[in-house]
């Protein structure tokens, strides 16, 4: 017998509610796009979503990266250390810990899990001031490791690597590997890794991001502008237009906002088919 299923009914409320919300969200990034490609002199002077005047696009990037005397490029390499040394030790610890808490049974554990819970809670502009303090007290303020050594500690992807481990990886697999005489770390880095391989790329997304655009811990610990980070710099360069007798440079802030974004865009597109595959796969674990 022949079964019939009916098409799912589209919702014209919902449908507009999504492109509403779609709307909404390209909003902001259309305006920035738009206004990078005006001079300084027809920004206040047209209307920020439609061109206007000469289209000023590679003029206004020449500037950005010439702009007292290059200082963009070094701020956009100080954000890729920032990146690769403080989002990729998150990353790895935690992997490693999220896999040994999932998998290894040791006393004080459900203290640990109330630990990472509990500093999941807590909001990182509450420990700015204390680990600000305790920076001072070392002498590490005002150096790049002020910036990366609070990065590399990321309780929320701790969490998400302790409960990802958890379903992703059988313990009869990793019971067969040690029966066969590999080591814990050989058994990690041979079979564990490549099946943690999804989690860790939405782990290393989430505090990715977090360490691009991470602007409250860099503003308090850096006061030497060869440190800054693009959120800084391009906040400071803001800042030094709007004061009294200033040269305006607002088309450079948004210029540069523009170029700030796009490696972020660029990061999504290429991991996109890892984190997709992720979400999948935990979508039809039963």
Known sequence: MAHSFARPRKSVTLTIL?????VYSLFPLWWLLMSATKPQELLSGSFGLLPAGEFALFANISEVLTHQDGIFVRWFGNTVVYVLAGAGGATLFAALGGYGLAKYRFRGRNAVFATVLGAVAVPGAALAVPTFLMFSELGLTNTMWSVILPTMVSPFGLYLMWVFASEAIPTELLEAARVDGAGEWRTFFTISLRLLAPGIVTV??????ATWNNYFLPLIMLSDKNLFPLAIGLASWNADATGVGATPVFHLVITGAVLTILPIVAVFLLLQRYWQSG??????KG
Do not use: Y
Request: aromatic letters at 6%.
């Open 18 to 22: 999504m492109a509403g919300l779609v």
């Open 204 to 209: 290393a997304l989430f505090v990715i991001v």
């Open 279 to 284: 979400l999948s796969a935990g979508g039809v």
